[in-house]
């Protein structure tokens, strides 16, 4: 992790991509565990190259780290990104009783991978 501080460009550009509802949602869910692709499939009940798009745009800034495990790829929260500590800043003003969040928990056990 490291505490530099950002441009404006790089700050814009990291709240542009987290600013979209079900990135954030995303980075909300890994905040606490790792996820498969087909898990935020159904969690977040979207098509598979939809979830995929958004995964990408966060792994392009590297917010998330992906892990090959097979076929299966698995995604976490990027500790040693130069964006962690205003992501980490972020979810942690976002409530837990969110809507959307509660949900995608809720479905968290029915993907099968």
């Known amino acids: 992790m490291t505490n530099k501080l950002l441009s404006i460009t790089e700050l814009t550009t990291c709240l542009k991509v987290v ?22 499939v159904e969690m977040l009940q979207m098509s598979q190259p ?19 495990r097979g076929q299966w790829r698995y995604f976490s929260l990027n500790k040693g990104s130069m964006y962690y ?3 980490q800043e972020l979810l942690d003003q976002s409530n837990d ?17």
């Open 19 to 40: 600013g979209d509802p079900t990135r954030f949602l995303i980075l909300k869910l890994v905040e606490k565990k790792t996820y498969c692709v087909c898990e935020f």
């Open 50 to 68: 939809a979830v995929s798009q958004h995964l990408r745009k966060l792994k392009d800034l590297a917010i998330l780290k992906e892990e090959r």
């Open 85 to 87: 500590s205003l992501i």
């Open 97 to 113: 009783e969110d809507k959307r969040y509660a949900q995608a928990l809720e479905r968290e056990g029915l993907a099968r991978c």
